[in-house]
């Protein structure tokens, strides 16, 4: 009676571990399809940059891929330290994938931040420099018209003498 209830322990132990790999398969999946779509990361619409930085930065909502990488990666490891799959290999090959994707996805995003609050202190900055390079050639203008007019004043002494 013993190898009966072993022979049925094994069948569920392999039942198990099918349900665990179609489990972490089905967290995969719904993670890739939370990704951004290549199209909307590529394509932009605005009327300047910041409107495209902003576009930009929606478009890399990973929205809940990370939960579902996360999930994927619990079940995983449950049956990787069960020894219930038989190959692993590739289950851990398209966790990693998965997980480098998420990172560069939100290296990107961070980037995009970055951007999105340096570019509108940078165009303040560049139209102070502007207002100033303005005012400067103003100045010098009103010096020029102003020695302009002390010498002709001097050329119209030097005729009435």
Request: zero cysteines.
């Amino acid at each position: 009676m013993s190898s009966q209830s072993t022979l049925a322990d094994d069948d569920l132990f392999g039942e198990a571990a099918e349900e665990m790999r179609a489990e972490v398969e089905e967290h995969l999946d719904a993670a890739r399809e939370e990704l951004p779509d290549a199209d909307a990361v590529w394509s932009a619409e605005a009327d300047n940059i910041l409107g495209v930085l902003n576009g930009l930065r929606s478009s890399l909502d990973v929205g809940d891929a990370e939960d579902n990488l996360r999930q994927a990666k619990k079940t995983f490891i449950i049956g990787q330290r069960a020894e219930a799959f038989d190959d692993a290999d590739d289950l851990e090959e398209e966790i990693a994938s998965v997980e480098e994707l998420l990172e560069t996805l939100g290296d990107a995003g961070d980037l995009v931040g970055e951007l999105t609050s340096t570019m509108p202190q940078l165009r303040s900055q560049l139209q102070d420099a502007e207002d100033a390079t303005d005012a400067t050639g103003s100045e010098a203008d009103t010096d020029e018209e102003s020695d302009a007019d002390a010498d002709d004043t001097a050329d119209e002494a030097e005729a009435d003498d």
